[in-house]
């Protein structure tokens, strides 16, 4: 259980890493943004990253079943 928790920790400093950066590129995140506004961003941007992992996990499973529905009915 403790690699477990080990490595969602480490999954989730890499999600919030990658987002800060992102911010930073983008240009939303800048010298006189506060910590308030990165938590916010961050937040914001885990939920769409959730979303858009969701919608794909989702669009993959019909497919899947889609393709297994076609090779049944030949």
């Known amino acids: ?3 477990f928790l080990k ?3 480490y999954i989730v400093v890499i999600v919030v890493l ?3 950066a992102r911010g930073i590129y983008d240009g939303s995140i800048t010298e006189k ?3 308030g506004e990165v938590v916010s ?3 914001t941007g ?3 990253l959730v979303k858009e992992g969701y919608q794909a996990t989702k669009e993959s499973i019909e497919n899947m079943e889609d393709k297994s529905s076609a090779q049944g009915n030949m």
């Open 46 to 48: 885990s939920k769409e």
């Open 18 to 20: 990658y987002l800060v």
């Open 33 to 35: 943004t506060t910590v």
């Open 41 to 43: 961003d961050v937040d």
């Open 1 to 3: 259980m403790g690699t």
């Open 7 to 9: 490595y969602v920790f």
